[in-house]
């Protein structure tokens, strides 16, 4: 039996950097990923999005080699989201439970589809819970308004929140691959099944569009405070003009007495 630990430990680790400190057996590695064999069936899987996968580590070597990692990572986490897959070897067929998936043989590429799998699930849970700040954030100011007909944001900050929210979705549709499958996949049916069936197990797909949904309910709540930012700046700017006109007649008024 193996177990498959995956956490998110920072916003981002760098992959380049880590690379050259980790001079490990490498069996795979783009500018996204980093998969290393470390020994007998001891995988680590390392992804810029912050996230690194064990395979067959015990939890004083997991919590070691995060360590060693957080060098290399952009704000680390003091609390860390896991997900956990055991995985049965030797199995009489292919089968797949709610925390547990049994192989009738174990490969270096079904581990590494399971140990993605699993990474994307803990993505999922961090991205999610990132969304429901956001979505939080803009509900203050939507209900602020509701109860004092008044925006209490002011532009420059309103243009900042527009930016985090717009590099947050950017950063979601670059890190998770949670419609495509690796290419391993394309040629064996049982590794295409197995990333089939795990998608489905961790249910990737439908948090991901519930993501992209409350994603989509931000931007719609932002626009329209940017179009009331818009009109109050438009109703500022008549009643400067207004008042000069005032002071022209005013100014008239005088000149015509005096």
């Known amino acids: 039996m193996l177990k498959i630990v995956s956490s998110q430990i920072a916003d981002s680790i760098d992959i380049k950097a880590l690379k ?20 007998p069936y001891q995988y680590i899987y390392i992804f810029r999005y912050g996230v690194i996968s064990f395979s067959n580590h015990g ?5 070691s080699f995060i360590d060693f990692a957080s060098a290399f990572c952009k704000n680390r986490f003091e609390l860390q989201l896991t997900d956990e897959l055991l995985v049965e070897t030797n199995a009489p067929e292919i089968k797949f439970g709610h925390n547990k998936i049994e192989l009738i043989k174990t490969s270096v590429e079904a581990l ?6 699993v990474s994307q699930s803990v993505a999922l849970d961090y991205y999610s819970n990132q969304t429901e700040l956001l979505l939080q954030a803009t509900n203050q100011h939507t209900l602020y308004l509701e109860k004092k007909g008044k925006l209490e944001i002011s532009g420059k900050k309103l243009q900042m929140f527009i930016g985090k929210t717009i590099n947050f979705r950017n950063k979601i549709n670059e890190t998770l691959y949670i419609f495509d499958s690796v290419p391993e996949t ?9 990333d089939i069936e795990l998608k489905k197990t961790f249910d990737l797909q439908s948090r991901y569009r519930n ?8 931007k719609e709540n932002l626009s329209l405070l940017i179009d009331l930012m818009h009109q109050r700046k438009s109703s500022q700017l008549e009643v400067v003009v207004i008042l000069l006109i005032l002071v022209e007649v005013v100014n008239l008024f005088i000149e015509k007495i005096f």
């Not at 057996?25 to 470390?38: A, C, K, Q, R």
């Not at 939890?59 to 919590?63: A, N, P, V």
């Not at 590494?112 to 799998?117: E, F, P, Q, T, Y």
């Not at 394309?186 to 197995?194: G, R, V």
């Open 20 to 39: 050259a400190a980790f001079p490990k057996t490498l069996l795979h590695s783009d500018s996204d990923e980093l998969f290393y064999e470390v020994g």
């Open 59 to 63: 939890d004083d070597e997991i919590k």
């Open 112 to 117: 590494r589809i399971i140990m993605l799998n």
């Open 186 to 194: 394309w040629e064996d049916e049982d590794l295409y099944k197995i």
């Open 211 to 218: 993501i992209q949904e409350e994603l989509e309910i931000i």
